[in-house]
């Protein structure tokens, strides 16, 4: 994901937290705001808990392939912050990502 697509300043994450408006699963809280700029962005929020810090990179990593993969920045309506829940450890990435798409379609359905 280039860096241009990244929120990574804690002011943004705050602005679009204090929105309130979200979307859960059993992996995800999603947290979303209309763009600021003409392509949307995605910040990622990884807590200690999940584990070490290289076990943290490599689901921030994971999560980014993801959103490489099955996200159009040009065309989305929103910016998206995601948060990962306990339960992304449990499963495989196949259900991860299977997860975060119905979640994001959940996002811009509503």
Do not use: H, W
Request: net charge positive; proline share 2%; glycine share 2%.
């Amino acid at each position: 994901m280039k860096i241009k697509y990244r929120i990574k300043r804690n002011e943004e994450f705050s602005k679009i937290i204090s929105k309130k408006k979200c979307m859960s699963s059993k992996c995800y809280t999603v947290f979303f705001d209309t763009k600021v700029m003409e392509y949307s962005r995605v910040g990622l929020s990884v807590s200690k808990k999940l584990g070490n810090s290289p076990e943290r990179n490599r689901i921030k990593r994971q999560l980014r392939m993801m959103f490489i993969e099955n996200y159009d920045f040009e065309n989305m309506p929103n910016d998206l912050i995601v948060i990962v829940k306990k339960d992304y450890l449990n499963n495989s990435y196949a259900d991860n990502l299977s997860d975060l798409e119905k979640l994001i379609k959940k996002v811009y359905n509503k």
